[in-house]
């Protein structure tokens, strides 16, 4: 048979502002001066839904307010609904504060109804909001009993005849609570009736003179007797998710606790999808003029949470907001397909840290640049390296020749002057081991002079390895790079 999930969210309006923020405040969202949604704390004031906005403020004195913004909401169900792509291609919005899904034909692939239910569960669970399923052969049916407990749509798919006990689950909704609008309601419910069933139990042509075509087209789609065409979600190439306050954040320290919700959103966008991305931006919206923009970038692929954490506070630290905040909003670079690779067995106590964590860390330090070597026709370290953030994909360029096998991971330009106490360099009062070997070059022989340098390399007391040189002409030491 055929069969629909409908997902509504009958508190969008107010979670889009509250996700995120701990404690809520007293807060409410109005439209045409009157209170459509209320907070926990409002209504423990004595707030609320259908009260004048007026008298909403004469019982709470530090009550925050909000426009409803029916397209905020939109772009938000769009978002949810991307989530529920890999339960079935066929999802539909429909606004103001439902997603309808296809799902006829996916109950096998799941292993049946409960099955299915439990994963939409899973994947709604971490999205902030507040869902309410419901179950019906038509979308407007699925729809319609979600003002029920699923529970009740899900015994008549199990039913003898579902069909039927479907159509006698409808014919018990109250006619108040249906979707239809207010001044249809009200002339369905002037004459007496309360019930969907007491309605169809009327002559069409009848209920078709007195209310009008549009009634009969809904009953028709509701029931299944016409076509109801929909047009369907088609994935996102890129993540966006966004988070709106309901006053505007002043100091980025507010900012900490919604962006690590929004990153965990963007992770599991991408583990769905096995993706990862090199950079994310940060758009800072004031409640007037341009956005401000914030870029993080990192050295290879990630879809990890704590890192990307770590680097956009590091850059918050360093950050000064031009307005307080009003909508912060988390885009994803170009998505890239998620290598598959073993990790290690077991890990060496004492092994480096990766190179691209560090180069991710030291990036987001001010005043600290990292550099990658490239091809260039002068021998000397410091003047063959070329400001190429190492983060960034290398161009298609042949193999550089560098004067070592393996060059210093942190190079000091200038290099910095060494002492000699005895037989040993001294870098901060420790003294360096020298290690076997020994390269010397010369460079600029055009020069009357030309630089003549003997390099060796040392390791420090704590483990690390230097690269070091002495200029052969004032028999000076230096220290040129750190391992």
Same mark, same amino acid.
């Given at each position: 048979m055929k069969l629909w999930l409908a997902v509504r969210c009958p508190g969008l309006p107010l979670e889009l502002l509250t996700r995120g923020l701990d404690p809520?405040?007293? !807060?409410?969202?109005?439209?045409?001066?009157?209170? $459509?949604?209320? *907070?926990?704390?409002? %209504? /423990?004031?004595?707030?609320? #839904? &259908?009260?004048?906005?007026?008298?909403?403020?004469?019982?709470?004195?530090?009550?925050?307010?909000?426009?409803?913004?029916?397209?905020?909401?939109?772009?938000?169900?769009?978002?949810?609904?991307?989530?529920?792509?890999?339960?079935?291609?066929?999802?539909?919005?429909?606004?103001?504060?439902?997603?309808?899904?296809?799902?006829?034909?996916?109950?096998?692939?799941?292993?049946?109804?409960?099955?299915?239910?439990?994963?939409?569960?899973?994947?709604?669970?971490?999205?902030?909001?507040?869902?309410?399923?419901?179950?019906?052969?038509?979308?407007?049916?699925?729809?319609?009993?979600?003002?029920?407990?699923?529970?009740?749509?899900?015994?008549?798919?199990?039913?003898?005849?579902?069909?039927?006990?479907?159509?006698? !689950?409808?014919?018990?909704?109250?006619?108040?609570? $249906?979707?239809? *609008?207010?001044?249809? %309601? /009200?002339?369905?419910?002037? #004459? &007496?009736?309360?019930?969907?069933?007491?309605?169809?139990?009327?002559?069409?042509?009848?209920?078709?003179?007195?209310?009008?075509?549009?009634?009969?087209?809904?009953?028709?789609?509701?029931?299944?007797?016409?076509?109801?065409?929909?047009?369907?979600?088609?994935?996102?190439?890129?993540?966006?998710?966004?988070?709106?306050?309901?006053?505007?954040?002043?100091?980025?320290?507010?900012?900490?606790?919604?962006?690590?919700?929004?990153?965990?959103?963007?992770?599991?966008?991408?583990?769905?999808?096995?993706?990862?991305?090199?950079?994310?931006?940060?758009?800072?919206?004031?409640?007037?003029?341009?956005?401000?923009?914030?870029?993080?970038?990192?050295?290879?692929?990630?879809?990890?949470?704590?890192?990307?954490?770590? !680097?956009?506070?590091?850059?918050?630290?360093?950050?000064?907001?031009h307005e307080p905040v009003l909508v912060l909003v988390l885009e994803s670079g170009p998505p890239l397909e998620r290598a598959v690779c073993g990790g290690d067995?077991?890990?060496?106590?004492?092994?480096?840290?990766?190179?691209?964590?560090?180069?991710?860390?030291?990036?987001?330090?001010?005043?600290?640049?990292?550099?990658?070597?490239?091809?260039?026709?002068?021998?000397?370290?410091?003047?063959?390296?070329?400001?190429?953030?190492?983060?960034?994909?290398?161009?298609?360029?042949?193999?550089?020749?560098?004067?070592?096998?393996?060059?210093?991971?942190?190079?000091?330009?200038?290099?910095?002057?060494?002492?000699?106490?005895?037989?040993?360099?001294?870098?901060?009062?420790?003294?360096?081991?020298?290690?076997?070997?020994?390269?010397?070059?010369?460079?600029?022989?055009?020069?009357?002079?030309?630089?003549?340098?003997?390099?060796?390399?040392?390791?420090?007391?704590?483990?690390?390895?230097?690269?070091?040189?002495?200029?052969?002409?004032?028999?000076?030491?230096?220290?040129?790079?750190?391992?």
């Open positions: 809520v405040p007293p !807060l409410v969202v109005c439209e045409d001066h009157q209170v $459509l949604l209320a *907070s926990e704390a409002a %209504r /423990q004031a004595g707030i609320q #839904p &259908g009260m004048r906005l007026a008298t909403a403020r004469t019982l709470c004195d530090h009550l925050h307010t909000a426009e409803r913004d029916t397209g905020r909401e939109e772009r938000a169900l769009h978002r949810l609904g991307e989530r529920l792509l890999d339960i079935t291609p066929r999802v539909s919005v429909a606004p103001p504060d439902s997603l309808l899904l296809d799902i006829g034909a996916c109950l096998r692939l799941f292993g049946g109804l409960d099955p299915l239910l439990e994963q939409t569960r899973q994947r709604l669970a971490d999205s902030g909001l507040s869902t309410r399923p419901g179950l019906g052969p038509t979308p407007l049916a699925a729809r319609e009993l979600t003002l029920r407990p699923l529970a009740d749509s899900r015994a008549c798919f199990f039913a003898d005849d579902p069909e039927a006990a479907f159509r006698a !689950l409808l014919a018990e909704q109250p006619l108040t609570e $249906l979707h239809l *609008s207010g001044k249809l %309601r /009200q002339r369905l419910t002037a #004459p &007496g009736f309360r019930t969907l069933g007491e309605i169809l139990e009327l002559p069409r042509h009848t209920l078709g003179k007195r209310h009008g075509r549009a009634l009969l087209t809904w009953l028709e789609r509701l029931l299944g007797e016409r076509g109801d065409e929909r047009q369907f979600l088609a994935p996102a190439e890129r993540f966006r998710d966004e988070q709106e306050f309901p006053d505007p954040v002043a100091h980025t320290d507010g900012l900490i606790f919604p962006m690590h919700r929004l990153l965990e959103a963007l992770a599991t966008h991408l583990r769905r999808r096995q993706e990862s991305v090199t950079a994310i931006h940060w758009h800072f919206r004031p409640l007037k003029g341009p956005a401000q923009t914030m870029t993080v970038e990192r050295a290879q692929p990630a879809h990890d949470v704590d890192t990307w954490l770590e !680097l956009t506070r590091r850059r918050l630290e360093h950050l000064r907001l067995l077991l890990t060496e106590p004492d092994a480096r840290a990766n190179r691209h964590e560090l180069f991710d860390r030291l990036a987001t330090l001010p005043g600290l640049s990292c550099i990658t070597p490239r091809e260039h026709d002068e021998p000397l370290p410091e003047a063959a390296e070329r400001d190429r953030d190492p983060r960034q994909a290398p161009a298609a360029e042949p193999a550089p020749e560098l004067p070592f096998d393996e060059p210093p991971l942190w190079l000091l330009n200038p290099p910095r002057p060494l002492p000699l106490r005895g037989d040993h360099l001294v870098w901060n009062d420790a003294e360096l081991e020298w290690l076997p070997g020994e390269q010397r070059y010369s460079s600029h022989w055009w020069r009357p002079e030309p630089p003549v340098r003997e390099y060796r390399t040392v390791r420090h007391p704590a483990g690390f390895c230097c690269r070091v040189f002495r200029d052969r002409r004032s028999g000076q030491w230096y220290l040129q790079g750190i391992f």
